[in-house]
């Protein structure tokens, strides 16, 4: 059974540019969030998604979207690129009714905006 | 939201037990306790949650007084692998609850041979 995917791995972009991540769920799970993570802190709640729609958002600009699909992948999308993007981005599945609140996460992607 | 406060970082050996306490002041009724752990480059692993007293599993212990303003992790006999940043969450995750579970920075454990 695969884990939580994630793509691409790494990714460079340029400031102003678009970027779309894309992660799949842990078999089983219904939920999806994302979370951006600086080097050295602690990830940050971006959005969570559950029956295709956001069910919570985080303190995050409208420039980050994103979408669920019918089979639960989800992507994240960032518009109008800035330095300060530059993040690993993580997406981390779950069972929104396992009353455990336990989150699979994927290995990340690593954006870099030069 | 509950914010938690743990040591920035602790070094250990191999072998030891080791304790990391998490402070957790403004608790609520039904927040949960759980931990991660996180390696470089990779995603956080989910290691355990509690509610209250004391919860074990294959990997760790958690223990909870009745207060439940603190809580610590304690990892049995330690080894290199262990070295990681661990994270301490408090948060109401069950359905139907508006949660968004903060993460600090966490404790960086360093263990050493």
């Known amino acids: 059974d695969a884990g939580v995917t994630q793509s691409p791995t790494h990714l460079i972009k340029t400031r102003g540019q678009q970027v779309t991540l894309r992660c799949s769920p842990k078999?089983?799970?219904?939920?999806v969030s994302w979370y951006q993570q600086a080097l050295g802190q602690g990830p940050q709640f971006i959005f969570q998604?559950?029956?295709?729609?956001?069910?919570q958002r985080g303190n995050f600009p409208d420039r980050f979207s994103g979408h669920q699909f019918p089979n639960y992948s989800s992507e994240l999308n960032v518009n109008a690129l800035l330095l300060g993007d530059s993040a690993l981005y993580l997406c981390?599945?779950?069972?929104?009714?396992?009353?455990?609140?336990?989150?699979?996460f994927g290995p990340g992607t690593r954006l870099t905006v030069t | 939201l509950a914010k938690t406060t743990q040591p920035i970082s602790m070094d250990s050996y191999e072998g030891q037990e080791v304790n990391i306490t998490c402070s957790h002041n403004n608790i609520a009724t039904n927040d949960y306790i759980t931990w991660y752990q996180q390696f470089p480059s990779q995603g956080p692993r989910f290691i355990i949650q509690?509610?209250?007293?004391?919860v074990t599993n294959e990997v760790a212990s958690l223990f909870i007084p009745a207060d439940r303003k603190s809580s610590t992790l304690s990892l049995p006999r330690v080894s290199l692998s262990d070295t990681a940043v661990y994270y301490c969450?408090?948060?109401?995750?069950?359905?139907?609850?508006?949660?968004?579970?903060?993460w600090g920075a966490g404790t960086k454990l360093i263990i050493k041979p």
């Open positions: 998604y559950y029956e295709e729609e956001e069910r």
């Open positions: 969450l408090v948060g109401d995750t069950h359905v139907d609850s508006n949660y968004q579970l903060i």
């Open positions: 509690g509610y209250k007293t004391k």
């Open positions: 078999s089983g799970h219904d939920t």
């Open positions: 981390a599945s779950s069972a929104l009714t396992s009353g455990t609140g336990e989150q699979y």
